[in-house]
């Protein structure tokens, strides 16, 4: 799970940030799923990533995104320049993976301190 301001300071295209922005509040609920941080149901988004549709779950109070099994790897990262004249495209792309990864090693950890109360 990722929210929405480290996706946008991730570097991540801003043409997905924005089908995510305007798919976010007309999309349905997906009562069988559930938010891990609040447990409250999350709502199916349905985006355009080079041509294929992608499914999403969104959280709106936590304001956050699940993401599947590898499915991040899917959503392209933007081209800045200030950044690409210093790093090279792959580098920048496996610090923002890094990134989520600690995210999700976050998350792990405060599920299982969560589960141990």
Do not use: G, Y
């Not at 004249?85 to 610090?95: E, F, N, Q, T, Y």
């Amino acid at each position: 799970m990722i929210s929405i301001p480290v996706l946008k300071r991730e570097h991540i295209d801003p043409d997905v940030l924005r089908q995510i922005h305007s798919k976010k509040q007309d999309s349905p609920t997906d009562f069988s799923k559930k938010c891990p941080q609040c447990q409250r149901p999350m709502k199916k988004l349905f985006i355009v990533v080079d041509s294929q549709k992608m499914e999403l779950e969104f959280c709106q109070p936590c304001f956050c995104i699940w993401f599947d099994t590898a499915e991040h790897e899917n959503i392209p990262i933007k081209h800045d320049q200030k950044i690409s004249s210093k790093l090279h495209p792959d580098s920048i792309k496996a610090m923002a993976m890094a990134d989520i990864e600690f995210l999700n090693i976050q998350r792990e950890q405060k599920e299982r301190e969560e589960e141990s109360r």
